[in-house]
């Protein structure tokens, strides 16, 4: 079967129906242990000479479907299933890294990764160089004999930046560093690091894999070699492991993942467009609109469409809070890549303890708004958005 359309691909990938009796919904497996049918199998499989399942936090077979399913859809070899974005982020960390390596990564993203990044230098002695990674060259420029790791994420967490994926991975290979991306808003559909020569991508599945609002989940995704090294590694040393019945609702949510981001783009390409021409819009930051500054890099890249979430600044926290204050439809919440729209105010909210001169220094402007735009009819979202913006 020809699985080169990801429509066809996202209700497929991973089948195997030559297992679990055939079920098409490979079932939950709610098994923490597994038994030997005899002393030399439980040898074979504890020493990884054959394949199989001894033990929930080192594997299960929800969660092997759920993998083969994501690296088919990411074009890669292997994929771990994780418990969280961050676990992901993580795992592709330490398997990348070790006390004296140096990362580069860039300096607007999801702030907890950003975070994380800093808190490994001051625990660990791992150092990251942030640079503008709009320009894929300050990758270039950052480098140093230690660097081992260039971390992308784009478009990026709230600000939609883009970073040139294939430039980036040049850069790492003629360093020897590796490149992972953060492909959590983009998703498969949109876009594939690896075909643009990444060696790895993660995912927070909690956001648009799961894309029900209903779970916490993540996935990192690449070599056999490095995917095997952070099973072995990350997931079994720091035990991230997703439940089987996560790994279950993930893949479930994943059957439907190709329609929901056609809609997700179409909505959010219609709302920045109108929003653009608001008057009580400052900016809109979308890389599908022509005045992103890196809007061709996005065209280029993002092959599927340019994503469900739009950054727009309304022009003060005033304006930010009664905005939030004034929407009916859509829903004040802090996570995104959900069916349903929901939007946040940054600087009332998850940069709200950031000093105001580092918050406008990162880019989040008092008036920030991050919207992610749900698969609901636009035109009941853009009536909702135009008569909250009213209100302000
Ligand atoms: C871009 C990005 N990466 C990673 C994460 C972390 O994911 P999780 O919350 O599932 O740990 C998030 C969460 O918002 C995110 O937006």
Request: aromatic share 6%; charged share 20%.
């Amino acid at each position: 079967m020809s699985r080169t359309s990801f429509y066809t691909a996202a209700v497929h990938a991973g089948d195997d129906h030559s297992e679990h009796f055939g079920a098409l919904s490979v079932p939950v497996y709610s098994a923490s242990v597994f038994a030997f049918p005899d002393a030399d199998e439980a040898s074979a499989i504890h020493n990884e000479e054959k394949p199989g399942y001894y033990y929930g936090r080192l594997g299960n077979p929800t969660q092997t479907a759920l993998e083969c399913t994501v690296a088919e859809l990411e074009n890669a070899d292997a994929a771990l299933a994780l418990a969280s974005g961050m676990a992901a982020v993580s795992a592709a960390v330490f398997t990348a890294c070790k006390t004296g390596s140096h990362i580069v990564a860039p300096e607007s993203g999801y702030s907890t990764t950003t975070n994380f990044l800093h808190h490994i230098a001051e625990r660990f002695g791992i150092e990251t160089t942030f640079v503008d990674a709009a320009d894929a060259d300050n990758y270039r420029h950052a480098i140093r004999p230690n660097t081992s790791l260039l971390w992308v994420e784009t478009p990026s967490n709230p600000l939609c930046r883009v970073t040139d994926i294939a430039t980036v991975a040049a850069i790492g290979k003629a360093a020897g560093a590796l490149t992972v991306v953060d492909n959590t808003f983009a998703t498969p559909f949109n876009q594939r690091p690896i075909g643009l020569g990444a060696d790895a991508c993660i995912h927070s599945a909690t956001k648009y894999l799961g894309g029900h609002s209903d779970l916490t989940a993540g996935i990192l995704v690449g070599s056999t070699e490095f995917v095997t090294a952070a099973r072995q590694g990350a997931n079994k040393y720091y035990g991230g492991n997703i439940a089987p019945q996560v790994a279950w609702l993930v893949a479930r949510g994943i059957k439907t993942l190709a329609l929901r981001m056609e809609r997700h783009n179409a909505n959010a390409m219609a709302i920045a467009e109108r929003l653009a021409h608001h008057k009580k819009v400052a900016a809109v930051h979308y890389p599908g609109l022509a005045s992103h500054p890196n809007h061709d890099v996005a065209r280029r890249q993002m092959t599927g469409g340019f994503g469900g979430m739009i950054g727009f600044d309304v022009g003060s926290v005033e304006a930010g809070k009664a905005f939030a204050n004034g929407v009916r439809l859509c829903t004040l919440a802090t996570s995104l890549g959900g069916v349903e729209t929901i939007l946040q105010h940054s600087a009332s909210m998850t940069h709200a303890t950031i000093p105001r001169e580092d918050r406008l220094r990162a880019g989040i402007t008092d008036g920030m708004i991050r919207l992610s735009v749900g698969i609901e009819d636009v035109k009941d979202l853009i009536a909702d958005i135009e008569q909250a913006l009213e209100r302000i």
